[in-house]
């Protein structure tokens, strides 16, 4: 016969492996839930705030804006609002600008331009429609092709639609094709260096070459390429990367151009920028 102790063994046995794995089980969780850390914000403007739904801008360090910290952010504003049927959140990297920018009206100004600027994320969540988006947008006002929709069911990264090495584009400004005192353009290439920071930005910016169709109008080309060129800003990273970009510019007679400047990127090494003759 058995004795006691010997009987309890296989029964003890279990019991410690139940506890070992629930307790990774919570370790687990709670490691989860460590990484997907929600990025501080404050509220700025509230358009709706009710039972059913919250219409609202809210901001957040430039440094947070990556499709991880802006998927943690998006489950923690769902959390927060659960019982809405409707949340509509734009996110800025502005305090001012969330709390001061509104829809853009034809009485738009240069400095109601420039708040919208500071938009670089949406989150949506729709009960009755099914529907829940987060867009990573470079630039939402005029160039929204460039977005990334990121999904909130997958944890794995994201491919940005933008990005050099894995590390997002996550903000650039307008870019408008320069022209002459009279209004007149001209083609060219202005070639640019740098380096990606590890906080994002771009430093040790170079011309490296430059030349246009009217040798007398090249600093125009220069002018507006560095100015667009110093605008981006990158996910943040441990480490930086050399960059090397070339813009074109080119005057194009197609009349799907016709009142716009068109922009083209082929990350890393060129940005195409196009414009009818004729606007």
């Not at 009710?50 to 901001?59: C, T, V």
Request: include cysteine; proline fraction near 4%.
């Amino acid at each position: 016969m058995l004795a006691q102790t010997d009987r309890c063994l296989p029964f003890n046995n279990m019991r410690l492996l139940a506890f070992i794995g629930g307790t990774l089980l919570v370790a687990a969780s709670s490691f989860g839930r460590a990484e997907c850390q929600a990025p501080v914000y404050k509220k700025g403007r509230v358009y709706a705030d009710s039972k059913s739904e919250i219409y609202m801008q809210i901001s957040i360090s430039p440094a947070n804006f990556s499709p991880q910290k802006l998927r943690c952010l998006a489950r923690h504003l769902h959390e927060v609002y659960s019982n809405r049927d409707t949340i509509s959140i734009g996110i800025y990297d502005s305090e001012n600008a969330a709390k001061t920018d509104k829809p853009l009206t034809v009485e738009a100004d240069g400095r109601d331009y420039e708040r919208a600027q500071h938009r670089h994320a949406d989150y949506i969540f729709d009960r009755i429609k099914k529907e829940e988006e987060l867009i990573l947008s470079p630039n939402v006002l005029h160039w929204k092709e460039f977005s990334t929709h990121i999904d909130l069911k997958i944890n794995g990264v994201p491919t940005c639609t933008l990005q050099i090495q894995s590390r997002c584009l996550v903000a650039f400004n307008d870019l408008k094709y320069p022209r002459g005192s009279e209004g007149s353009k001209t083609s060219g290439t202005v070639v640019l260096s740098g380096r990606i920071t590890s906080d994002g930005v771009i430093r040790q910016l170079r011309v490296i070459d430059k030349e246009a169709n009217n040798p007398t109008r090249v600093r125009e080309l220069v002018d507006a390429a560095v100015s667009n060129f110093k605008s981006w800003r990158f996910e943040e990273s441990n480490y930086g990367l050399p960059i090397r970009i070339s813009y074109s510019f080119v005057i194009d007679n197609s009349e799907n151009l016709r009142g716009q400047t068109d922009l083209q990127f082929e990350l890393p090494e060129r940005v195409i920028v196009r414009v009818n003759a004729n606007e």
